[in-house]
């Protein structure tokens, strides 16, 4: 579904922010990308709708090529994108008309409009929003309606640029839960984050060390890597922090990524104890 063939890409026509990029994802997957600072991750989410496109090597969206001019519409319509500030997305003053917004420059018939939007706020859980004021809404709630509206698009692929940046905890719970509910019905998700709560939550992980990919596989497997995280100035997820602490001091609780499995397996221990 998406392709990176050895991408290179820089702003300046000297210094590569990706260098020989390569990967490959498929449809249905849930894909966190992680980095440091200035390690090519937004640039390469704003490769996957052909907001750029690379100098060297190829991005591949759905079959089409990226740098292909005549392409760049059908890539947009089918990858939908969300940025880190909801500010910076919403363009009208009432809801239902910020998410119907997309939809109408597609030209979608009235009455299918009216059914996406309903259907877009019902999946970011904010059915009857649509007579609200955008303005008078919280951070949290401005970035579901900026999903909402690339939702009423009806993507194949949603990319997600550093879209919890901005959100308070109850925030980006909420936008993961909307994140989760999307994924299981088979939409295909790119998210870029520095949280690694939310990268043990994807099907698979890719790390990006100075624009190139240092390391691609499951999470259980990318997010136990302690040296190369430290070395990113990325944080080990607190579970896994934890169970390496515990086997530290002798309690072979095995090495988790998410807090829900270790305490599930101290609990197993604590009963055989």
Request: aromatic share 4%; net charge negative.
């Amino acid at each position: 579904m998406i392709e990176f063939d050895n991408v290179g890409f820089t702003y300046d026509g000297e210094t590569f922010v990706l260098d020989g990029v390569g990967a490959s994802i498929s449809q249905g997957e849930f894909v966190c990308i992680l980095g440091g600072n200035g390690s090519g991750k937004s640039t390469l989410a704003k490769h996957v709708n052909a907001l750029l496109a690379p100098d060297e090597g190829r991005v591949s969206v759905l079959g089409r090529d990226t740098r292909d001019k005549d392409s760049v519409y059908f890539i947009r319509s089918h990858a939908g994108m969300v940025f880190q500030n909801p500010d910076d997305q919403l363009v009208a003053s009432l809801i239902e008309n910020d998410v119907a917004f997309g939809p109408e420059n597609l030209g979608v018939p009235t009455d299918e409009l009216r059914e996406r939007v309903s259907a877009a706020l019902a999946d970011v859980g904010l059915q009857g929003f649509e007579k609200r004021e955008t303005a008078a809404l919280s951070g949290g709630q401005k970035q579901r309606v900026a999903i909402a509206g690339v939702l009423a698009m009806e993507p194949a692929i949603l990319v997600l640029d550093e879209a919890t940046a901005m959100l308070d905890p109850r925030g980006r719970k909420g936008l993961m839960r909307v994140c989760r509910t999307l994924h299981e019905r088979g939409m295909t998700i790119v998210m870029i984050t520095h949280f690694m709560e939310e990268a043990a939550q994807a099907d698979r992980v890719i790390v990006l060390e100075g624009g190139r990919v240092a390391a691609d596989g499951a999470p259980a497997d990318v997010l136990v890597q302690a040296d190369l995280l430290k070395r990113l100035h990325l944080d080990v997820p607190f579970a896994c922090a934890l169970s390496l602490a515990l086997k530290r001091r002798g309690v072979d609780a095995g090495v988790h990524i998410e807090t829900t499995s270790l305490k599930e397996e101290l609990c197993r221990l604590l009963s055989k104890a």
